[in-house]
């Protein structure tokens, strides 16, 4: 059974750091592709940073480049968020998800791209 289960959300004030963990289970994590999504009150999900399958390739939403670390353990099987210098704007439930199929620069943010999902952990970020 396939699960992906996130920790380390919280609350922090702005300028802060968190890191959050995407535990997964059930299949090889080597051969898959993981990304983070969060999403906001009244917003769309969006795709924050992503890990390609082998770990061969990262990317990065745009506003969170600099801030925000993705990496990967495999013989843990988790997958890492570091998260620093904290926003307000950063404020959002994150999700990480998994993608049996490798994603390229066009498609890492695309919600559809994923089989499977964890159940998110809100982040919030005020003073």
């Known amino acids: 059974q396939v699960q992906l289960v996130e920790s380390g959300g919280g609350l922090v004030q702005p300028g802060g750091s968190l890191r959050l963990s995407c535990a997964t289970s059930?299949?090889?994590?080597?051969?898959?592709?993981i990304t983070w999504f969060r999403q906001a009150p009244g917003k769309e999900r969006e795709g924050v940073s992503c890990?390609?399958?082998?770990?061969?390739?990262?990317y990065y939403e745009d506003s969170v480049k600099g801030r925000f670390t993705i990496s990967r353990d495999n013989a843990k099987n988790t997958v890492y968020l570091q998260m620093d210098n904290l926003k307000p704007e950063d404020t959002a439930n994150y999700y990480c998800?998994?993608?049996?199929?490798?994603?390229?620069?066009?498609?890492?943010?695309?919600?559809?791209?994923?089989?499977?999902w964890g159940q998110g952990t809100q982040v919030t970020v005020s003073s």
């Open positions: 998800a998994a993608s049996s199929h490798p994603v390229g620069s066009l498609t890492w943010t695309s919600v559809p791209s994923y089989q499977y």
């Open positions: 059930g299949f090889t994590l080597d051969y898959y592709s």
């Open positions: 890990t390609s399958h082998i770990g061969s390739s990262t």
